[in-house]
């Protein structure tokens, strides 16, 4: 079957159209972003601002009539913290419902860890052993831990790089002094979390997904998206180290000429160095491995094993 899928994030909304079926990788057959940065669209009362539900409600209704076209089966749409956590959230959501015709699932930050682990376990299979996985969003940290496809615990914390930028690192580039507040702020919130994710043993393989991370793994010298998403990538202690040392001294114009960083996201690298470094020393680990599926995917699989009876 022809699946669409919408994610509407933090920072983009992401159609992807798949062909799938159980037992099976789902075969992609277009990627489509829409930056609309809607957490940075949170005004003072909480609430999504209007400019923002304008330009999630326009671009959900742009992914439908593309995904019609392709001739999708079903359209998976959902939203995670950036409208899960906007004061009007309901409102928002009536609105896509209404002009858009897409009925947006509001995801929880536990839904979203769950949903990523199973996706980090189809991708790695069973010989990974005991599992840990980590994705940064826009809006919230999501983590799992577990040795079967169904995590033991997940976790989401407010530790999202767009969430960080906007409430704690002004400036271009940002004063040492706030980095470092930001980074006892992070340690502080993942030191619980950490003994959670460990209570069940150690883990075998601890993976990372998301753009954040893929960007700090890339100018730490990972290999490019050019070659593929099965060629392996690491992101070590000493890369992080020396990517962050080295992007908290440089302005957003600067970031953003390196080398596998998006435009449209450079400000907000060094929120997510910041979170990524707090949470390897949490989890005193010396490297994560990337995994190129990740939510969108997990909802793809889940949805598949609800449709066979899995």
Same mark, same amino acid.
């Given at each position: 079957?022809?699946?669409?899928?919408?994610?509407?994030?933090?920072?983009?909304?992401? +159609?992807?159209?798949?062909?799938?079926?159980?037992?099976?990788?789902?075969?992609?057959?277009?990627?489509?972003? =829409?930056?609309?940065?809607?957490?940075?669209?949170?005004?003072?009362?909480?609430?999504?601002?209007?400019?923002?539900?304008? &330009?999630? !409600? %326009?671009?959900?209704?742009?992914?439908?009539?593309?995904?019609?076209?392709?001739?999708?089966?079903?359209?998976?749409?959902?939203?995670? =913290?950036?409208?899960?956590?906007?004061?009007? =959230?309901?409102? @928002?959501?009536?609105?896509?419902?209404?002009?858009? %015709? !897409?009925?947006?699932?509001?995801?929880? %930050?536990?839904?979203?860890?769950?949903?990523?682990?199973?996706?980090?376990?189809?991708?790695?299979?069973? =010989?990974?052993?005991?599992?840990?996985?980590?994705?940064?969003?826009?809006?919230?940290?999501?983590?799992?831990?577990?040795?079967?496809?169904?995590?033991? !615990?997940?976790?989401?914390?407010?530790?999202?790089?767009?969430? +960080?930028?906007?409430?704690?690192?002004?400036?271009?580039?940002?004063?040492?002094?706030?980095?470092?507040?930001?980074?006892?702020? &992070?340690?502080?919130?993942?030191?619980?979390?950490?003994?959670?994710?460990?209570?069940?043993?150690?883990?075998?393989?601890?993976?990372?997904?998301?753009?954040?991370?893929?960007? +700090?793994?890339?100018?730490?010298?990972?290999?490019?998206?050019?070659?593929?998403?099965?060629?392996?990538?690491?992101?070590?202690?000493?890369?992080?180290?020396?990517?962050?040392?080295?992007?908290?001294?440089?302005? @957003?114009?600067?970031?953003?000429?390196?080398?596998?960083?998006?435009?449209?996201?450079?400000?907000?690298?060094?929120?997510?160095? @910041?979170?990524?470094?707090?949470?390897?020393?949490?989890?005193?680990?010396?490297?994560?491995?990337?995994?190129?599926?990740?939510?969108?995917?997990?909802?793809?699989?889940?949805?598949?094993?609800?449709?066979?009876? %899995?």
């Amino acid at each position: 079957m022809r699946l669409g899928v919408l994610d509407v994030g933090s920072n983009t909304v992401h +159609l992807l159209v798949v062909d799938a079926h159980r037992g099976a990788q789902p075969t992609p057959q277009l990627s489509r972003k =829409s930056v609309l940065r809607l957490a940075e669209h949170i005004d003072k009362r909480g609430d999504l601002a209007m400019e923002g539900a304008d &330009a999630l !409600v %326009g671009a959900a209704m742009g992914a439908r009539r593309q995904a019609l076209e392709l001739g999708c089966d079903e359209i998976l749409a959902f939203a995670t =913290s950036a409208v899960r956590d906007a004061g009007n =959230s309901a409102d @928002v959501l009536a609105r896509v419902r209404d002009e858009a %015709g !897409v009925e947006l699932a509001v995801l929880t %930050g536990e839904d979203e860890a769950r949903l990523t682990f199973l996706a980090v376990r189809r991708w790695f299979g069973w =010989s990974a052993g005991r599992l840990i996985c980590l994705d940064i969003g826009g809006g919230s940290l999501e983590l799992a831990a577990g040795a079967d496809e169904e995590p033991e !615990v997940a976790l989401s914390l407010p530790l999202g790089a767009a969430r +960080l930028t906007r409430d704690w690192l002004d400036g271009d580039p940002p004063s040492k002094a706030k980095v470092n507040a930001l980074r006892d702020y &992070a340690e502080g919130e993942l030191a619980s979390a950490a003994r959670k994710l460990l209570g069940g043993g150690p883990p075998d393989l601890v993976v990372a997904t998301s753009k954040t991370f893929r960007t +700090l793994a890339r100018m730490a010298g990972a290999a490019p998206s050019s070659d593929g998403p099965r060629a392996r990538r690491v992101l070590t202690r000493t890369g992080l180290r020396q990517v962050s040392a080295f992007i908290a001294r440089m302005p @957003v114009a600067d970031i953003s000429e390196l080398d596998g960083v998006s435009a449209g996201r450079a400000h907000q690298t060094v929120a997510g160095s @910041v979170v990524a470094a707090a949470a390897m020393d949490a989890l005193e680990v010396d490297a994560f491995q990337l995994c190129p599926w990740a939510l969108r995917e997990g909802v793809i699989l889940s949805r598949l094993d609800r449709l066979t009876g %899995g």
